[in-house]
């Protein structure tokens, strides 16, 4: 796994320094501070630091509502309201900080998040360690779908697996060969590491601090949970998802109702459901719709045949 | 109306400067370009510059599909797709200045978009002009519902409209007066025009550029054009509206489908909707949702009695 | 003072409630948190929250810097490096949250720091309090310079002061008398409450929480602690800078030896002052310099004559 | 060099392909619109689009000034005070959309600049040309000082330098065939585009549309022309330096004289300077500054011995 033993003796010591604050916590999150969630073959998820819970949200939407609203609705509800009406400002009021350690090609896909806070390990300050990330042999998947299409389709047969895995794992290994050979100074003047590292691969895992506030986050798992995101950044997502899930329940909880298990409709979509409910049947001939939003429209609703 | 002889000049010399280019040009805002779009009863919108058109949105999202999609689908088809998965990114590609006249009170609720650029008049520079904003008598409406509640109910009776328009008309004419009083050198020093403004109502009238690209320009029109936005920025939103689909009429069509006239449906919603088109009977009682939440299911779908 | 009975002992109870954390935590803010400390005449500046503190940005640029640097610097080292290069990142790992009450004018001039989180008090569902932002004499200064100046000279006479103040006092208490009149529904129906506020002065007070980090903060506090910025928005900065001050010592010592008390020279007088530094007599005619700069340099820099 | 026959075909298409138009023009720009401006061994910069000129800067600065500013002073005057000044949201009103093909690690670098909009060539769809960024021999440099240190110091000798461009060009050409062979489907299933391309080394050249206004812009310059950059980077931020030059020449003059050649001294190098001016000697020993300070304040200001 992806902690040293120095790593790790400095998280207990982190974990069991404990002072007193005036400030909102979360009792949830406090109890996972700092621990590494891990992800991948070498890669995790840690909590550093976090600003404000549940009541923290509702707090700032009071303000907004002023007198008028206060006691009017309980939090849970008031909660509910903002997430289902899309008053983002109230979840900007919640902050949280990670150490995510991750292959460079989840980085580059995981950067496009412009609001957000960076600090990445610099590769021309410091020499990158030996790990590469090594998909499992049953992520291993086939292209899907014609030219132009992303995504995986099949899983690769064990034969083809294993030559594609000696294929990366090779080319890691040997490319990491030639970067340390390179740098060393032996025999030679070492060559500059902002050059020497330019030849190493995406899989290669890099690390980064990162902040970002829980409107934004949840976007961010809200687009990178979907089923189109690729796997890799999928599985820090999830992780993403279970500490948004420990840090503010019922942030999570209306999230969930209102965002990702929520269904958008087209005009015209809305507009067959509509002639749908009222008794009509409804055909793909007549509805109008792209064969592919007829599909994805089929497979949430039943129209029978 | 907003236009002094001045500006009305201006306006037209800059019409007529005509100059070749070899960027993406939109025929139909070139037509509307400098002109002023009348807005409220001193406010205008003017489109000053732009950039991109439909075809500027369709070439930057075929350079992420590279060679993959090139041709596989119409450009009107992309646009489309691109906005029903929320690929946003192309769409930020466009951009627009505007120069807008509007009361402060809307003025504080437009900047609340905070990606846009913007420079306003300065009331530390220069004196502003004698121009309030005063509703016309069908938009003086009464508070809506309960305490707790945003948003306009009846309109008022003749007698009481005509009361609140002599009380807005003069105190804004009397604190005009005091305002050029303080300003006033003759016999005194002319107090600080910074100090002087302060007691300014926020019906009276600044003005800004306004940068802002395409992407956020519809999220400023989706949220501002809603039926809970106070009216008076919703008519400004409205114009906007008219100047999108004459700048990027391809982009426009789809937004109306996939974001104007879409219905999000939360994930209770969805599975209610999935059980009456499986020929259940769907009552309230027993949907879980709160009397709003099926109230507003029922004004779009209508589930029978 | 801006606090009600009620405010007041919310306040105590807020500072009084205490729990455990293994968070990073800033004694010196803690020590502060919730008080209510005051700007103006009715107006406040309240921490709410905060996230990080000297050793987070240390923590954060570490992670930059890999095995390299540990240890090489000391944390204060450090931080004087990364604010001297302005390597803005780490400072954007701490995050401040704020409860502030303030006149409308001073909030319009606040919002234009976009990159920070908002939520206010909105006079669309609340009514507005009787607060008015009554300059001190001593504040009510005359316009400064010519036209096309912004900024404050002398101060009026007393005599003048008296005629200002009681203009400011009269107006803003009548517009909030008629304000009360037409939202009353005595006798009529009330006018909503989104239009009875268009007529009240920007001088009237409002609030809001005020989310940011600490890099966008001190950016914040040098553009508005300038001398050219308005007294009454300085008046709020000052105490801003207080508050880091006790948040991030060592943050703040960087900030006024890099920041604050630092001195941009242009190229040219960068040039010259290098001639004089070699020796040469440098006049205001061989400068090259308009003579606003030439001025502005003479101000730092003792040329002799 | 970079181009393909096609795309040269379809640059000269773009650039014969003239329409007229009532916007702002920058005559330096439509010169160079479209055409490609080569940077490293493969990459290039080309302008697809802008939005304003000199003149815009001016027109927006004169809206926030009004009727005060009109005409006291000059344009380039006015130019020059918002850029000492810092009043930069003026040159946010002009906007540039730039095509780029940049390595991927040089894009790492780029990317870090969040206000900017981006479309990235996605090798998630399409499949990654053959095309690695080899460097040129006198830029192969040795690593600079101790460790903990990012930067060059001296070139390699040619025994040197050779091994290390075989082994960049060897490990990229062998990867790159790795990567053909996995995605093949002769005899297999091709291996899916987002998982074949992990092991493509950093040096590979991605592509993207990017788009950025004009502060920005500058901003970007002013850090990526530091001596403290990367070369490979720095080269193409001169190349942007050099467009920018043609864009809007009065801005770029006065960036150079205030941003690009100004000096920036802290509070303790101010009071030396001041001391010195005044006709102190100063030390070293009695300056208080760290060694590596006064060493740069000396390179700059010379103190004599």
């Known amino acids: 796994m ?13 974990r069991s320094t404990v002072t007193t604050t005036s400030r909102a916590v979360s009792p949830g999150l406090e109890e996972v501070l700092y621990s590494a969630h891990e992800v991948l073959d070498h890669g995790f998820v840690r ?6 819970n549940d009541d923290a949200v509702v707090q700032a939407a009071r303000v907004s509502y002023g007198t008028g609203t206060k006691k009017k609705r309980s939090d849970a509800g008031l ?35 412009r609001t957000a806070s960076v600090n990445e390990y610099s590769a021309r ?9 090594l998909p499992a042999k049953e992520h291993l998947a086939a ?59 995406t899989s290669i895992y890099t690390q980064w601090y990162w902040k970002i506030d829980l409107h934004n986050l949840l976007h961010f798992i809200k687009l990178r949970t979907d089923r189109h995101a690729q796997l890799e950044i999928r599985l820090y997502a999830e992780e993403l998802a279970r500490l948004v899930r420990l840090w503010v329940p019922t942030v999570w909880g209306a999230f969930e109702e209102y965002e990702q298990g929520a269904i958008n409709l087209s005009r015209s979509q809305a507009e067959l459901i509509r002639r749908r409910v009222a008794g009509e049947r409804i055909t793909h001939g007549e509805s109008g719709l792209t064969a592919r939003e007829w599909k994805e429209l089929c497979e949430v609703f039943d129209f029978g045949s």
């Open 2 to 14: 992806a902690l040293t033993p120095e790593q790790a003796a400095e998280i207990e010591r982190q």
């Open 79 to 113: 909660i509910r309201f903002l997430m289902r009406h899309r008053h983002t400002t109230p979840f900007e009021m919640c902050e949280i900080k990670l150490h995510v350690k991750l292959p460079i090609f989840v980085a580059r896909q995981w950067i496009r998040h």
């Open 47 to 52: 909590v550093i630091d976090y600003m404000g």
């Open 143 to 201: 292209q899907a779908g014609a030219a132009g299409r992303q995504g995986r389709g099949n899983i690769l047969c064990d034969e083809q697996a294993d030559r594609v895995l000696a294929s990366l794992k090779g080319d890691s290994a040997l490319t990491y060969q030639h970067y340390e050979q390179m740098l060393s100074s032996e025999n030679q003047q070492g060559l500059a590491r902002e050059l020497a590292r330019i030849n190493l691969p």
């Open 125 to 133: 300050y410091s020499k990158l360690d030996r790990e590469f990330y």
